[in-house]
């Protein structure tokens, strides 16, 4: 597909979230990502969510703009085919390899390297000595869940952060990689790991110099903003909605749209806090929410809406998913982001392409997902340079497969 990386050429062979993630990120840019999948497919073949005849809607939205090819990899002419497709052809763009699979054996950086000095490999692990986690094992050790709720009890958020984190250094590291070797001729091994990925961002956020430099912690307070004013109110009508303050003009638009700036001067007294300062409002959050919550309990979701649009006030309702597809714009054709894209086997629906917008490179037709095995011919063709005869002995001896019949 056109983009701004028409000049790489990336296999992934992965599984799950943060790797598929990582290369489709790539493929939507323009690189031309070959994925290679056992004959039976990827463990994650068919994961949740699905269509009613189970139909992967989650591969479906991780593979789209790649090629797919099907190789028996238990047997050693598989792992030698391959090999041979990660490295490629010396100047090509190719000899990068994505993965979050064992790396041993063939499909180790030393092996591989023996036949392209310049190969690239990104390999992902759970932990940094090599040692399984995933999403949820990690999650589960950051310290957000004893904070999200009311702390009640420990609670993993459904979005897998960590992995998107993940998958989005994986192509950020593969780019940088690939600079260095057209500066220096040189390839190399990048390693990340999943719980690194969420050490560095606690760290990043202050929470670890928090805890070592004062002895707090942040504390589980539900939906209010730490370190600020934010939380959510209900509305006339049954719904909830998100408000937000961080600079003193927002606060003071928020106040102005709720009519509530006579009232604040006898919140901040009674509070003997600063309302001008982030801190001050802060700690006097309860206060604040008591007076503002009745404008919003006497709106429904539309007055508000109305009300707030072009106040400057940061706000949003909660949706359901539900929701977000019925009533929310941006999720919509209207904007660029999304288009109505037929996924073979599937149909056609709403899907995002990169949120990434390039001027010199637009944005084009979404490339669904393929079926397994869908370039398997195609590929062999145009990396090894393959007749269609030595094509035709690979697939008559079970080693190569194309894609399956309906």
């Not at 995933?134 to 702390?151: E, I, L, R």
């Not at 944005?363 to 398997?376: E, F, R, T, Y």
Request: net charge negative; aromatic share 6%.
């Amino acid at each position: 597909m056109p983009g701004v990386l028409n000049n790489l050429r990336v296999v992934e062979v992965s599984a799950y979230v943060a790797a598929p993630l990582g290369g489709m990120t790539l493929a939507q840019l323009g690189a031309d990502l070959i994925q290679i999948s056992p004959k039976s497919g990827r463990i994650d073949y068919n994961r949740w969510p699905q269509t009613d005849d189970g139909r992967s809607l989650y591969w479906a939205g991780l593979n789209k703009a790649k090629r797919s090819i099907r190789i028996d990899l238990a047997r050693p002419e598989g792992q030698e085919l391959a090999a041979s497709l990660i490295a490629g052809q010396p100047g090509d763009g190719g000899g990068i390899l994505m993965t979050n699979l064992p790396s041993r054996g063939w499909m180790s950086y030393e092996a591989l390297k023996q036949r392209r000095d310049d190969l690239i490999m990104l390999k992902l692990t759970g932990n940094h000595d090599g040692s399984a986690a995933v999403d949820y094992t990690v999650n589960c050790a950051s310290g957000f869940p004893m904070v999200t709720g009311d702390g009640t009890r420990p609670l993993n958020h459904a979005i897998p952060v960590w992995d998107i984190a993940t998958g989005l250094y994986l192509a950020t590291g593969t780019l940088a990689a690939v600079q260095h070797r057209q500066a220096t001729g040189q390839g190399q091994e990048v390693s990340i790991a999943l719980s690194d990925v969420m050490l560095a961002t606690v760290g990043n956020l202050g929470y670890i110099a928090e805890v070592q430099l004062t002895g707090r912690q942040r504390p589980a307070i539900g939906n209010h903003l730490y370190g600020g004013f934010g939380r959510d109110f209900a509305t006339k009508d049954g719904r909830a909605v998100m408000v937000a303050a961080f600079s003193d003009r927002q606060w003071q638009s928020l106040l102005r749209a709720t009519s509530t700036e006579e009232r604040m001067p006898h919140v901040a007294a009674a509070m003997g806090v600063d309302l001008s300062d982030e801190a001050g409002r802060y700690a006097a959050r309860d206060a604040i929410a008591a007076v503002l919550a009745p404008w919003f309990a006497a709106r429904t979701l539309s007055d508000i809406r109305q009300a707030l649009e072009g106040s400057g006030v940061l706000w949003g309702p909660f949706q359901d998913f539900r929701q977000l597809v019925a009533e929310d714009v941006r999720c919509s054709t209207a904007n660029p982001l999304f288009r109505e894209a037929a996924q073979p086997g599937i149909g056609s629906y709403l899907t995002p392409h990169i949120p990434l917008s390039f001027g010199a490179a637009p944005h084009g037709d979404i490339v669904p997902a393929p079926a397994l095995g869908q370039h398997s011919e195609a590929v062999l063709a145009e990396v090894l340079g393959l007749s269609s005869g030595a094509i035709g002995k690979l697939f008559d001896s079970g080693l190569v497969a194309g894609p399956e019949q309906e």
